[in-house]
């Protein structure tokens, strides 16, 4: 059973960069998964950010493209989050989130969600 | 992008009571929906995938069907536990996309 769990910090200030990690227990991170990046700001609705493959290929959300980047770390079993000038609209619950890749964007595993404040 | 529309936006029963939830796509998903639960504090857990398969150790009360832009999500008998916000969610195009919920509520 595959086990996520999201680091970082929980603030962060307007215009900088907001860097998230996720440690991958109970499985390996290479071939079987997509890693996947999730987003709720309170009270509101769920938005997919992005996800990244073992071999680092990526694919994001359009709405964020040009301020996202992913990262993978196999040897660590983690992977990354970087949302660059970030404003009070990037508040949320994070949550990275795993999908096997026979139903690739089903996910099937989830962190418990960090939430990240972005306020000065 | 596909926008996925939820109906009701809040669903008030009872427990032992019937859910019957509705997600409408912008455009054909195929069989390419799931749902999820989520609780109040946790993450989403999966509950059905590609419309109509129950995810591993979801039990039997919970079933999906629909296929195109119109899906159904069915709780037969409502246990305390259900007492949460659904949301469907597409992986037919990218970006993947979520509807924004429906609560039911006691």
């Known amino acids: 059973q595959v086990q996520l769990q999201e680091s970082g910090p929980g603030l962060v200030k307007p215009s900088e960069t907001l860097s998230l990690t996720c440690t991958v227990s109970g499985g390996s991170v290479s071939g079987s998964y997509y890693w996947s990046w999730i987003r709720q700001p309170p009270g509101k609705g769920l938005e997919w950010l992005g996800y990244i493959y073992y071999s680092g290929n990526t694919n994001f959300n359009p709405s964020l493209k040009s301020r996202v980047t992913m990262s993978i770390d196999t040897s660590k079993k983690q992977f990354s989050l970087k949302l660059s000038s970030v404003t009070a609209a990037d508040t949320a619950v994070y949550y990275c989130?795993?999908?096997?890749?026979?139903?690739?964007?089903?996910?099937?595993?989830w962190g418990q969600g960090t939430l990240v404040t972005v306020s000065s | 992008e596909i926008v996925l529309t939820q109906s009701p936006a809040t669903l008030s029963l009872s427990p032992g009571e019937r859910a019957t939830l509705s997600c409408r796509a912008s455009?054909?998903?195929?069989?390419?929906l799931a749902w999820y639960r989520q609780k109040p504090g946790q993450a989403p857990r999966l509950l059905i995938y590609d419309a109509s398969n129950r995810a591993t150790g979801i039990p039997a009360r919970f079933s999906g069907s629909g296929s195109g832009t119109d899906f159904t999500l069915t709780i037969s008998s409502l246990e305390p536990e259900d007492f949460a916000v659904y949301f469907c969610?597409?992986?037919?195009?990218?970006?993947?996309?979520f509807g924004q919920g429906t609560t039911v509520e006691i």
């Open positions: 989130a795993a999908s096997y890749i026979p139903v690739a964007g089903t996910l099937d595993y």
């Open positions: 455009q054909s998903v195929s069989s390419y």
């Open positions: 969610q597409q992986r037919s195009t990218w970006p993947w996309t």
